[in-house]
């Protein structure tokens, strides 16, 4: 299993009139959350898509618990618990100051090659980067 954490501060615009934070940002931040586990794994996006790989979001489902609010600290915990194969499943939990469990979700993505738009098995180069996770 891969665990990564990362911190966000909730800006005023990131909220709704009732000074919760609007659903359609969740996936902002689990973008977020998904970018840093993928540069702890030393790969990024960037890196990704210039190799040849694009990682479109199939599917995503998400859960609110409580909400989070103006000015709040986040933690948004990623995880990857199954090696990927053509698909990669990311799920989030989204934590406040306290250690409050705010929100959970999760997505799941599909290795593209850029050059054909069909859906490929993992790369090597980075299913060398999971092995190390998933003996």
């Known amino acids: 299993m891969v665990i990564s954490e990362t911190q966000i ?13 609007y659903y359609g ?7 977020v959350g998904r970018v840093e586990l993928l540069r702890q794994l030393g790969m990024s996006y960037k890196g990704l898509e210039e190799s040849g790989i694009m990682m ?5 489902s998400s859960k609110f618990l ?14 990857i618990k199954e090696k990927p194969q053509f698909r990669c499943k990311f799920e989030y939990e989204v934590l406040n100051e306290l250690n409050e469990l705010l929100h959970v979700g999760e997505t ?4 593209i090659d850029t050059q054909t738009n069909k ?16 003996k």
Do not use: C, H
Request: glycine fraction near 2%.
């Open 66 to 79: 409580k909400p989070a609010k103006y000015d709040d600290l986040l933690t948004i915990r990623t995880y």
């Open 56 to 60: 479109p979001v199939i599917s995503m």
């Open 9 to 21: 501060r909730v800006r005023y615009s990131e909220t709704d009139q009732m000074g919760y934070v």
């Open 119 to 134: 859906p490929v098995n993992n790369p090597k180069q980075i299913a060398d980067k999971f092995d190390v996770y998933f």
């Open 108 to 111: 799941t993505l599909v290795f």
């Open 25 to 31: 940002n969740y996936a902002q931040y689990f973008e």
